[in-house]
């Protein structure tokens, strides 16, 4: 079963512009990971956020939790062409330490 | 270091014909996971290992998959007969037991049913 939804389905932007993509999910979570991948590729980590963190870093990226709306953000700044690629949520269940997977976002950065 | 390495990287067969996946994950990671990926969709879990142990397969049909990780390292998904709704990409991941974090994949195996 897939928990976290990925919205949108899919976002074309012009490179150098900011992308923000959001993850939804409906139970008790203990972190919630996002990541990349790239066509015919497997997936790459790109960042954790634990249920107790509001906010992290790393790099051009920006995550967001709210654990009160059961939500969460991914924001990639100053995009390039280089950050075309499916962006997956996945979060790890609190109860029995599952990891399940949202559908992903398919973001392409024109040039 | 060396990444999660899978083999075959693609393979077309005819229905009802066996196919095997093979995988060797980071040295030292004892969890060992097989994803199925249809394409557009995220991945959907069909086993994971502990060590030489499965302790999810829950998701895996296991009137036609099997899976074995012997001495807890490498491990072989394998499909008998495959059916057409078996395309898709076969990702194996591994990490670490006590992490709850990060998740190394390999390439992943495509598999195309004709």
Redesign the interface.
């Given at each position: 079963s897939?928990q976290?939804e990925e919205d949108p389905q899919a976002l074309s932007i012009q490179e150098g512009e900011n992308a923000t993509m959001n993850c939804s999910y409906k139970t008790s979570i203990?972190?919630l990971?996002w990541?990349r991948q790239n066509s015919?590729?497997?997936?790459?980590?790109l960042i954790?956020i634990r249920s107790n963190e509001r906010e992290k870093h790393s790099g051009r990226l920006r995550v967001t939790l709210d654990t009160s709306k059961k939500s969460s953000s991914l924001l990639i700044t100053a995009s390039r062409a280089a950050d075309t690629a499916s962006y997956?949520c996945?979060t790890?269940m609190d109860s029995n330490?599952?990891?399940i997977?949202?559908?992903?976002t398919?973001l392409i950065i024109k040039p | 270091e060396a990444g999660?390495v899978q083999s075959p990287r693609y393979k077309i067969i005819e229905k009802k014909q066996p196919v095997a996946f093979w995988c060797n994950p980071i040295s030292g990671h004892n969890t060992l996971y097989w994803y199925r990926q249809n394409l557009?969709?995220?991945?959907?879990?069909l086993i994971r290992y502990e060590n030489e142990e499965a302790v999810?397969d829950s998701q895996l049909p296991k009137d036609r998959f099997s899976a074995e990780r012997l001495k807890g390292v490498d491990s072989t998904l394998k499909i008998q007969p495959a059916e057409l709704g078996d395309s898709a990409v076969y990702?194996c991941?591994s990490s670490l037991l006590e992490n709850?974090?990060?998740?190394?994949?390999?390439?992943?195996s495509?598999l195309t049913v004709l």
């Open positions: 897939q976290g203990n972190n990971q990541y015919g590729r497997g997936l790459v980590h954790l997956f996945a790890l330490y599952q990891l997977w949202g559908a992903g398919k | 999660v557009g969709q995220g991945p959907e879990l999810d990702l991941a709850t974090g990060e998740l190394f994949f390999g390439e992943g495509r």
